[in-house]
C-alpha cells in the first residue's frame, strides 16, 4: 500500500523559510514523478512544482525563483524548501506520486506577521 507523509509545515513571518517532506513507502518511489500542490479554502488544489525520475523540475509561476523542489531517492523523500514566504503562500501544501494518484494527507503552512 503507498503511504505519502509530509511534515515541516507551520506558522512562519513573511519572508522567512520553511522546509517540506514528503516521505514515501508502498512505490518505486525513485521511478515516479512527485509533486507539491497547496490548497486554500474555497479554491482548487493548485499545482506548485514537480520533479521527474531524473530530477527535472518544474514550477508555478508564483513560485519561480523562491521554491525548490528535490529529491532523494535512498531516502524515499522528496522536499520543497520554500524561501521569501509571501501571506499569499498560506495553504495546506500536499505531495503527490503523480504515476499513482497517490496525495498525502497534507501540512499546514500559515505565512503570518
Known amino acids: 500500500q503507498v503511504q505519502l507523509v509530509e511534515s515541516g509545515g507551520g506558522l512562519v513571518q513573511p519572508g522567512g523559510s520553511l522546509r517540506l517532506s514528503c516521505a514515501a513507502s508502498?512505490?518505486?518511489?525513485?521511478?515516479?514523478?512527485m509533486g507539491w500542490y497547496r490548497q486554500t479554502p474555497g479554491k482548487q488544489r493548485e499545482l506548485v512544482a514537480t520533479?521527474?525520475?531524473?530530477?527535472?523540475?518544474n514550477y508555478a509561476d508564483s513560485v519561480k525563483g523562491r521554491f525548490t523542489i528535490s529529491r532523494d531517492n535512498a531516502k524515499n523523500t522528496v522536499y520543497l524548501q520554500m524561501n521569501s514566504l509571501k501571506p499569499e503562500d498560506t495553504a495546506v501544501y500536499y505531495c503527490q506520486d503523480q504515476f499513482l494518484g497517490y496525495w498525502g494527507q497534507g501540512t499546514q503552512v500559515t505565512v503570518s506577521s
Open positions: 520533479i521527474t525520475s531524473g530530477g527535472s523540475t
Open positions: 508502498g512505490s518505486i518511489f525513485s521511478l515516479n514523478t
